[in-house]
């Protein structure tokens, strides 16, 4: 009866570590409360360059709130820390959508991450939002996808 009890406390105590708090101990998160503007997205970009350094755009995650059309964004951002920072230089960049935003961005996700949409309207019950989506890129695909066209 003694080593029964004993199987089953060992079995509990490794299933309490082995639970997703102990897996996630090293995601560190980053939050924006009351809108979303540019200076916060430089804030964020330096926060996750320097303090966050992932090895890879699957370290990096985001959540958005927002209680309605044009009300400000909460912004909710995770990132795993205690990389080697081998993904490289990465920017923060708000694009303005002026109709449907395509979710086959022209982007593949080892170069970018959407972090959540900012949408300013919406026209009717049906229509296409309009706003801004927030995404993590790479610095080089920064430079190639944004800045020339």
Known sequence: MRSKRYWVCSALLAGLWA???VAQQHWITFHFGSGFNDAQAVTLTNWINDTCRPDE?????GFSYQEAPGKPLSLQVYCRKGGTGKLGEIKVVRSAYPSEFLLEIPLPTERAVILGFDVTN???MMGPPTGTVVMVVKQEVFHR?????
């Open 57 to 61: 755009m699957g370290h990096i995650a």
């Open 19 to 21: 639970s997703p708090t």
């Open 145 to 149: 996808q944004f800045l020339v066209r």
């Open 122 to 124: 919406i026209k009717g």
